[in-house]
């Protein structure tokens, strides 16, 4: 991981697979985040990311049974917030294929296949990691512009 300074802040969570604790999760990231006092698009950004992150564990890691999710994030001297998703599920067993677009393992249940395009899509830096039959780690990265430094190159 390329050195983004001093670490200022860092939370770490565990919470049940169930769905209601997907919004739990986006809304605690938030919360941490909020004390970069980020502007709305990267909060947005980082919450959906969150979001997609989550809910694969829930639907994919899990399926058909609840296990732990572990949530931890961490906020650096450069604005930089780094959240690392683990589960200890099924595991990937073609990474590239299920972080292409539209891929599901799950097309009888409506779902879009877009979490990791989402993810890419709007954090600066995605890796994910997994291990058939021990589970799956997404790391993703953002440099987050706070409304104080957005004023200042605007004045």
């Known amino acids: 991981m390329k050195s983004h300074g001093a670490i200022m802040n860092e939370m770490k969570m565990t919470f049940p697979?169930?769905?209601?604790?997907?919004?739990?999760?986006?809304?605690?990231?938030?919360?941490?985040?909020?004390q970069l006092n980020p502007q709305i698009n990267d909060l947005s950004d980082v919450k959906t990311a969150v979001s997609e992150a989550v809910t694969n564990c829930i639907?994919?890691?899990?399926?058909?049974?609840?296990?732990?999710?572990?949530?931890s994030a961490k906020i650096f001297a450069d604005g930089t917030i780094y959240i690392r998703i683990k589960d200890s599920g099924c595991g990937i067993a073609n990474i590239p294929q299920a972080m292409e677009p539209l891929f599901t393992t799950a097309p009888d249940e409506e779902r879009?296949?877009?979490?990791?395009?989402?993810?890419?899509?709007?954090?600066?830096?995605?890796?994910?990691?997994?291990?058939?039959?021990?589970?799956?780690?997404?790391?993703?990265?953002?440099?987050?512009?706070?409304?104080?430094?957005?004023?200042?190159?605007?004045?």
């Open 17 to 34: 697979s169930l769905s209601e604790n997907e919004r739990f999760a986006r809304m605690a990231v938030s919360g941490f985040l909020s």
């Open 59 to 71: 639907v994919h890691a899990y399926r058909d049974t609840v296990g732990k999710i572990d949530l």
């Open 112 to 155: 879009a296949g877009l979490g990791f395009a989402i993810m890419e899509s709007f954090m600066d830096k995605l890796r994910v990691n997994s291990r058939l039959g021990k589970g799956t780690t997404v790391v993703m990265s953002k440099r987050i512009q706070t409304k104080h430094a957005a004023a200042k190159a605007d004045g």
